[in-house]
C-alpha cells in the first residue's frame, strides 16, 4: 500500500498500487490501497480467464497488486488486477518510438514485445540502412531495440516498426561503396512483401486457410534463403 495518501484527484489510469482485499462479494472486491477511501474491482477484472467466483482468486486480507482502470465521476476509484499494456491500441501511431524485446528471429525479419496486445514486427529492410543478408547478423532473440512505429492495423492487429528510421543516413561516400559492391536484387524485395503478406493473412485466417497460407510463408522463406545464398551481383560498367 502507499505510504503517503495520494488525493484522488492525481490518480491517472494505469497507476500500480499495493492493495489489501478488505471486503468480498458476488460481483468483486473491495480494496484498500492506502487512500481515505477504499477502491473496487470487478470480477471480470480479477483474472485474464473467466473467473466463476471471487474467493476462486482473492481472500479477504489478501495483499494483492493493482492497476487503476478509472476514476468515475463520482469519485470512485475502478481497478484491475490485470496489468496493464505498456501500449494501447489507441497510443500507438506512425512516428512513436517505442523499445521493446526481440522474441523470434526469422528470415524476413524480427517479433519484437514492445508491451502492446500484439507482438510487432520489423521487416529487414527496415532493420538498417546497411545490407544485411539475415536478421541475425544484427540482433538476436532476447535484445533491447529502439524503433519507430511505421504502421499500425488494429483490424488486421499487425504492427510494423523500423529500426533504420532512427539511424542516422549513411555518409554519401559510403553509400557509393556499397552500391558499387552489390547491386540490390529486385526479386529479394519482391519476395520480402509476399512474406509479409502471407504472414498477414495467417495471423487472421484459421483452419486450412491458415495452413495453406503458413505454408506459403515457409516456401517463400526457403527460397529467399536460397536467392540470399548465391554471391551478390556486382554493377555492370
Do not use: C
Not at 543478408?133 to 488486421?156: C, F, M, T, Y
Not at 559510403?174 to 529486385?186: C, S
Amino acid at each position: 500500500m502507499a505510504d503517503t495518501v495520494t488525493p484522488v484527484t492525481e490518480i491517472k489510469r494505469k497507476m500500480h498500487f499495493k492493495g489489501r482485499i478488505l471486503k468480498i462479494t458476488t460481483a468483486g472486491a473491495v480494496v484498500d490501497i492506502g487512500l481515505d477511501k477504499p477502491a473496487i474491482i470487478h470480477i471480470s477484472q480479477l483474472s485474464r480467464e473467466p473467473v466463476r467466483r471471487v474467493e476462486d482468486v482473492v481472500q479477504v486480507g489478501q495483499e494483492v497488486d493493482v492497476w487503476v482502470r478509472r476514476v468515475t465521476s463520482k469519485g470512485i476509484i475502478e481497478l484491475t488486477m490485470i496489468e496493464p499494456y505498456k501500449w494501447e491500441w489507441r497510443e500507438l501511431k506512425p512516428g512513436v518510438v517505442v523499445n521493446g524485446r526481440v522474441v523470434k528471429v526469422l528470415n524476413s525479419g524480427i517479433e519484437v514485445d514492445i508491451g502492446a496486445p500484439v507482438l510487432a514486427f520489423v521487416p529487414i529492410a527496415e532493420m538498417s540502412h546497411a545490407y544485411i543478408r539475415h536478421p541475425s547478423d544484427l540482433v538476436q532473440e532476447g535484445d533491447e531495440i529502439e524503433a519507430k512505429v511505421i504502421e499500425v492495423n488494429r483490424r488486421r492487429r499487425r504492427i510494423r516498426l523500423s529500426m533504420r528510421a532512427l539511424e542516422a543516413l549513411p555518409k554519401a561516400e559510403e553509400q557509393e561503396k556499397d552500391e558499387e559492391a552489390r547491386v540490390p536484387l529486385p526479386m529479394e524485395a519482391a519476395l520480402l512483401r509476399a512474406i509479409e503478406e502471407a504472414r498477414a493473412k495467417a495471423a487472421n485466417s484459421t483452419g486450412q486457410a491458415r495452413e495453406d497460407a503458413l505454408a506459403r510463408v515457409q516456401e517463400l522463406e526457403r527460397i529467399l534463403r536460397n536467392l540470399r545464398g548465391q554471391p551478390a551481383r556486382t554493377a555492370l560498367n
